[in-house]
Every structure is written in C-alpha cells, then in structure tokens.
C-alpha cells in the first residue's frame, strides 16, 4: 500500500453563496433574503463566474495530464457542477462525502451582524483561534482534518498506489488537508490562513506529488506542492491560469529546545 503518485486537489467554482457572504463582508446585507438563508449549504449552485472558473482550470488540468486514474468529487452541487464544467476525458466520477465542507452550523448563511449579536462568545473565538474554532454546532478546521482528511488519507493509501487521482472539494477541506497533509505547526497554520499568498480561491488547484519536479525522482510520501489558480486578465478580460513554483516540504521533527523556543515566543499569561 502507499499513496498516489500525484494528486490534483481543486476548490469548487464561484458559488451564488460565496457571493452572498462576499457582499455581506462588504457591509451589503440585501441578498441575505429569507429565502436565501433557508437554502441548505450543499444546494448552492455555480455563478456564470464560477463555471468560467471551473472550464479555466480543467483545460490546464487537461494540459498537464489528459486522463487520470481516480476522479473524486463531494456531493455538494457547487462541485458536481464544477467537476461537470472542467469537462475532464472519460472521467467516471465518485461521490464521497469525506470531501464535503466543512459544516459552518448555526451560522450557515446568517448576517455578520446576527453572528457577533447571538454568538458574542463565538465571535470572539473565530477571531482569535481560527483552527480550533468550532461554529455553534459547527466544525473546526481541526475537527476535519483529524475525522475526514484521516479517512481520505486512509482510503487514498489502500486503493490508489502510485496512481494519479483528481479531487474537486472546498476550500476548508482544502486548509484541513494541507494541515494534515504536510504537518505543519499550529503557528504555521495561522501564518498561512492569514496570508494572502496563501489563500485558497475558487478553482484553485493544490498539486501534490511523489515526484522530484527537478530530478524526476519518486519518494515514498507526497512531498512536493504546486498551486495554480485562474484569474481573470483584466487587459483581455479572458480567465487564465497562474502556477507557483514547485515547493517542498518535510516532517518536522522538533528537539526539546525547538519545544522550548516556541513555547519562550509565548509570554505568560498571568
């Protein structure tokens, strides 16, 4: 058993949520309708942005690989839609709601303003302890990577050795996964939410890979990561895809002083 040889983890297309929210972070709360917040979170559809999105990224995916062995996919509707728009060759899609969002709970498609006014303790947590922060009734960032990211992991190492597998999720699933994925520190973690270099828009696509980008090189774990994302040309007004440099990444191994200097970054509380 081992993992796959490559992996092409995509977040789903523009959503007509992400635009609700959007506007809602902007001070516009007009489309937080009663009929809008009702809307259960997996039934939300793609916007005409978010299909461009998807069709960009899946003829580069088209461009770096025609045909793949696994094609997964979360029973959201914004992904089925947006695995749909990337129109893939002969893809044979399989359903697995390890891959779905992560659940926001009670807060689900509700004002910034209802959120600090009903949750004010819950407000106050989101903002300073965004990985272990659960929504009411809701998950953390933790909570997913430690439950479905294990079981993705877990599945992807017994059934897709050295295969090549695309996975259209979310974009928290995404976090959770990179979390987990490379074992990085809690302090690395909030550095990268926090980033705009770091951010997960729609249709980004985190590549993972066995493979020595430079030597060719396979290696027993994923150790290698490339980004790319779609981004609308302002000059042509036409969706291209920006890649990143490969990067790589290892297991932190700590010393009792690495301990040590971590915990001394921290001054007391008391």
């Keep these: ?11 789903h297309g523009q959503s007509e949520a992400n635009v609700i929210v959007q506007a809602g972070e902007q001070g516009d709360n007009s489309l937080f309708t009663q009929d809008n917040v009702t809307v259960p979170d997996r039934s939300w559809r793609l916007t005409a942005t978010g299909r461009k999105q998807a069709d960009c990224i899946g003829k580069w995916l088209v461009s770096q690989q025609p045909l793949f062995d696994r094609y997964l996919v979360s029973p959201y ?8 728009t990337m129109a893939l060759p002969k893809a044979k899609w ?7 969002e992560r659940s926001w ?20 947590f989101k903002r300073t302890d965004p990985l ?3 929504p009411p009734a809701g998950e953390s ?13 877990t599945s992807l190492n017994r059934r897709s050795e050295a295969e090549s597998v695309v996975i259209v999720t979310h974009g928290d ?31 980004t696509c ?26 609308l040309d302002p000059q042509t007004g036409h969706w291209k895809v920006v890649v990143e440099l490969w990067r790589e990444f290892k297991r932190p191994l700590l010393s009792n002083g690495d301990l040590v200097s971590v915990v001394h970054r921290v001054d007391p509380h008391l």
Aim: charged share 30%; aromatic share 10%; hydrophobic share 35%.
């Design 1 to 11: 058993m081992g993992m796959p040889l490559d992996m092409y983890v995509i977040r």
């Design 77 to 84: 509707v914004r992904t089925r839609e947006t695995a749909a």
């Design 94 to 100: 399989e359903e697995t709601r390890v891959l779905r």
């Design 105 to 124: 709970g009670e807060i689900s498609t509700i004002t910034q303003d209802d959120f600090r006014a009903n949750y004010p303790r819950n407000w106050m």
């Design 132 to 134: 272990y922060w659960r």
């Design 141 to 153: 960032i933790a909570d997913v990577a430690e439950d479905r990211v294990h079981n993705l992991l």
């Design 173 to 203: 699933f995404m976090q959770a996964l990179m979390l987990t994925l490379e074992d990085i520190s809690d302090e690395e973690f909030l550095h990268r939410a926090d980033s705009y270099d770091w951010r997960i828009t729609n249709c």
């Design 206 to 231: 985190l590549h993972y890979s066995r493979r020595d980008p430079v030597t060719g090189r396979t290696s027993k774990r994923l150790r290698w990561e490339q980004t790319a994302r779609p981004q």
